[in-house]
């Protein structure tokens, strides 16, 4: 009886809060970087510059940009949140942080939306381009024939090592705490005597990165 009365007295206080009162559900946050620079400086810039300047910010061309968000538009929006951010918005963070590897943090701050906002859209763009059913086919293309006679040309220059058309190579990823026993410490344990993952990535002659994974060594 008393607990009844404890959950009713509970309810009671509870549903006497005036919601309509609260100034704000979620962290307010300003977005003056990018309105001011993109929407309305960068509009204003001539194509070529325009380029130059994204290029800065994103390692990518302004137009290549605009493709890449209608590629991605479906996959993006689709998986984002109930209260998303503009596509060109969220794609620009995402490129931002992989073109440059700054602390998540520092992104958000940037480009003054939230740190799991970064994070959450980073592996959304990422799923879409890297996966099969999707995006990877279309961006992830084998070379034709003569592509690969002349990529092996020019890896035989670099190395003398003929019938090459690409280089790979991985590095340990130190984990920063020891997995639970429900996901098998010990296959993490490396030779370097840290519990970790691998890097694996393959690059072409131009050192420009074709694939990459990341796995457990001994799995």
């Known amino acids: ?12 206080s509870f549903s006497s809060l ?5 100034n704000w559900w979620k962290f307010p946050r300003q977005t003056i970087m990018w309105e001011n620079v993109h929407m309305q400086v960068w509009n204003l810039l001539e194509a070529h510059h325009l380029d130059i300047e994204w290029r800065d910010h994103c390692k990518m061309g302004y137009s290549s940009f605009l493709i890449l968000v209608k ?16 596509i060109q918005l969220a794609v620009a963070a995402v490129l931002h942080w992989l073109a440059y590897g700054l602390p998540p943090k520092i992104v958000a701050a940037a480009y003054e939306i939230g740190t799991s906002i970064v994070e959450m859209y ?38 003398g090592v003929p019938n090459m058309v690409a280089a790979l190579d991985g590095s340990y990823i130190k984990l920063a705490q020891q997995p639970d026993e429900k996901h098998e410490p ?34």
């Open 71 to 86: 590629h991605l538009r479906p996959f993006v929006e689709k998986g984002g949140p109930r209260a998303a951010i503009p």
């Open 122 to 159: 980073t592996q959304l763009v990422v799923h879409a381009l890297t996966h099969p059913r999707k995006l990877g086919q279309k961006f992830k293309a084998s070379p034709s024939a003569e592509k690969q006679r002349e990529i092996s040309n020019a890896f035989l220059k670099i190395s």
């Open 18 to 22: 005036r919601f309509e009162d609260r």
């Open 186 to 219: 010990a296959a993490y344990w490396n030779r370097h005597d840290m519990h970790s993952v691998v890097l694996q990535a393959i690059c072409d002659r131009q050192e420009l990165f074709l694939d990459m994974v990341c796995f457990v060594f001994s799995m």
């Open 1 to 12: 009886m008393e607990i009844q009365s404890s959950s009713y007295m509970f309810f009671l």
